[in-house]
């Protein structure tokens, strides 16, 4: 038993040492220049000049969730297309109403405008 899993052990025992290596050989010779952009807290792409209360704008949010909601359901269709043979006609036709569903549902999404950055 211990066999068969005498890769994976080996593979995690040579990534972790690789990457320990890595990590103290960073250490011992990376540079060590600290200047006050480097100390600067540094979050999801904003700068630090902006205060907490900054607010974005609800097409943010709307396109944020909508790119989501179609992306996961998108994901959906993989393991169909990876055994479309085993489940045959019906999940074909189950695919295709679903594809043609999400499609309607991006083509309103697309006329009511909630695409439009503003």
Avoid: H
């Amino acid at each position: 038993m211990l066999r068969s899993y005498l890769p994976a052990i080996v593979f995690l025992v040579l990534g972790g040492a690789v990457g320990g290596a890595f990590a103290v050989l960073n250490s011992v010779i990376g540079p060590r220049r600290a200047t006050p952009q480097k100390q600067d807290p540094y979050e999801c792409g904003l700068p630090s000049e902006i205060t907490r209360g900054m607010r974005f704008g609800i097409s943010f949010y709307l396109i944020a969730m909508l790119f989501i909601l179609f992306d996961i359901e998108v994901v959906f269709l993989y393991p169909i297309a990876v055994e479309l043979r085993a489940y045959g006609t019906f999940a074909l036709l189950e695919t295709i109403v679903f594809v043609v569903l999400l499609f309607v549902a991006f083509v309103y999404v697309w006329r009511r405008g909630a695409l439009e950055w503003k």
